[in-house]
């Protein structure tokens, strides 16, 4: 829970708010793992400008994640902006940009919470072209070819038939 005292900035043309927390997202499930070890840091500021006021931020976390093709473990960092206009009543209720605010004294943080979650990817690797691991030893090939490897390729198989040796 992260409350905005947001009257001040809606009646009053041109005034300006920033903010800053530590949003806790450690109880979060992404994956099969807790990745958000730490908590993330939200920082923004709610402007009114020409009586529209909007809310621009930014939430830096960092999380512990384990390939999905791998399933080595490394630490990413991510920035994701929460924008959003904020309105105390909609006539249009088809625009789904617009955020609406049932009380001045405003709880940012499940915005902030869904933005984020929305943001993280469904498919997680270590590095663009992972190599994963050998389907028959389970080795990590990022870390080298493993000896099965050769005696499966057929290309070593068309090799082997002009082996000197095996004539
Ligand atoms: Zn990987
Ligand atoms: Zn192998």
């Given at each position: 829970?992260?409350i905005?005292?947001?009257e001040p900035?809606?009646?009053n043309e041109?005034a300006?708010?920033s903010f800053?927390?530590?949003?806790?997202m450690?109880?979060?499930?992404?994956?099969g793992?807790?990745?958000?070890?730490n908590p993330v840091k939200v920082?923004?500021?709610?402007?009114n400008?020409?009586?529209?006021?909007?809310?621009?931020?930014?939430?830096?976390?960092t999380l512990c994640?384990?390939?999905?093709?791998c399933?080595?473990?490394f630490v990413r960092d991510?920035?994701?902006?929460?924008?959003h206009?904020?309105?105390?009543?909609?006539e249009?209720?088809t625009?789904?940009?617009?955020?609406v605010i049932?009380s001045?004294r405003?709880?940012?943080?499940?915005?902030v919470?869904e933005?984020?979650i929305?943001s993280l990817?469904t498919k997680?690797l270590?590095?663009?072209g992972?190599?994963?691991?050998?389907?028959q030893?389970?080795?990590?090939?990022n870390a080298g070819?493993c000896e099965?490897?050769?005696?499966t390729?057929?290309r070593?198989?068309?090799?082997?038939?002009?082996?000197p040796?095996?004539?």
């Open positions: 829970m992260f905005l005292e947001l900035v809606f009646n041109g300006e708010q800053e927390y530590l949003c806790d450690s109880d979060y499930n992404y994956n793992g807790y990745p958000f070890e920082e923004g500021i709610v402007i400008s020409t009586d529209i006021v909007t809310v621009k931020a930014k939430a830096c976390f994640l384990s390939c999905d093709r399933a080595g473990e991510f920035t994701v902006p929460v924008d206009t904020l309105v105390t009543h909609v249009d209720e625009n789904d940009e617009l955020i049932d001045y405003y709880d940012i943080d499940p915005l919470k933005d984020i929305l990817p997680v270590c590095k663009d992972c190599l994963g691991i050998c389907a030893c389970g080795k990590n090939l070819p099965c490897k050769k005696a390729d057929p070593w198989d068309a090799l082997s038939m002009f082996d040796a095996e004539n």
